[in-house]
Nanobody
Framework: QVQLVESGGGLVQAGGSLRLSCAAS????????MGWYRQAPGKQRELVAT???????NYADSVKGRFTISRDNAKNTVYLQMNSLKPEDTAVYYC?????????????WGQGTLVTVSS
């Protein structure tokens, strides 16, 4: 069974940068798409960025121009480079993987990593 392990969260001042990592392990699968989502206190989980198998990306309007999603195929790892961070970016960030294995499609979530941006 595929599992996701996230890392890279922490406390940063406004204007700073962080890079989140999400490593997939535990099975043989075909990557369909991977994304980062976030959930701030008292708010619903929202999409931040996605990356599909053809290299296409999609970003929330609030992070366009500041965040970049990328992938290292050899390491089965997806990254989220976050620049020019703002206090409103404070949230728990979750990694999501949509993959194909054993004739079926699956979806798996990471455990979340907290990003706190101070003003």
């Amino acid at each position: 069974q595929v599992q996701l392990v996230e890392s890279g969260g922490g406390l940063v001042q406004a204007g700073g940068s962080l890079r989140l990592s999400c490593a997939a392990s535990g099975g043989i699968f075909r990557f369909n798409a991977m994304g980062w989502y976030r959930q701030a206190p008292g708010k619903q989980r929202e999409l931040v960025a996605t990356l599909n198998s053809r290299g296409g990306t999609n970003y929330a309007d609030s992070v366009k121009g500041r965040f970049t999603i990328s992938r290292d195929n050899a390491k089965n790892t997806v990254y989220l480079q976050m620049n020019s961070l703002k206090p409103e970016d404070t949230a728990v960030y979750y990694c999501n993987l949509d993959y194909y294995s054993a004739l079926s499609d699956f979806e798996v979530w990471g455990q979340g990593t907290l990003v706190t941006v101070s003003s």
